[in-house]
Nanobody
Framework: VQLVESGGGLVQPGGSLRLSCAAS????????MRWYRQAPGKERELVAGISTTGGSTNYADSVKGRFTISRDNAKNTVSLQMNSLKPEDTAVYYCRAMRALYDYWGQGTQVTVSS
């Protein structure tokens, strides 16, 4: 089982980034997917989630209207489009796959928002 995040980097405030998470080793379309983030000295927090079919999504209040989660079950990927980025969005971003007792995490990708 692997979840590999990509797309992180350094971006100026107001800029955009698109994170991707490539899944392998399990039936991706059967798993709810989530993005989390963890800033230095803070607890890991849920950013966004998406259901197996993509028909249901949810977002943390802090990112509503700026971030969009999506998935492509044919390509076994989940993405997070991040717009209007703020310095407080700086964190390591992780994807997570969840189904019943099964729970997988990626290694994370660093996002830094700074001028």
């Amino acid at each position: 089982v692997q979840l590999v995040e990509s797309g992180g980097g350094l971006v100026q405030p107001g800029g955009s980034l698109r994170l991707s998470c490539a899944a392998s080793g399990f039936t991706f379309s059967s798993y709810d997917m989530r993005w989390y983030r963890q800033a230095p000295g803070k607890e890991r927090e849920l950013v966004a989630g998406i259901s197996t079919t993509g028909g249901s999504t949810n977002y943390a209040d802090s990112v509503k209207g700026r971030f969009t989660i999506s998935r492509d079950n044919a390509k076994n990927t989940v993405s997070l489009q991040m717009n209007s980025l703020k310095p407080e969005d700086t964190a390591v971003y992780y994807c997570r796959a969840m189904r019943a007792l099964y729970d997988y995490w990626g290694q994370g990708t660093q996002v830094t928002v700074s001028s």
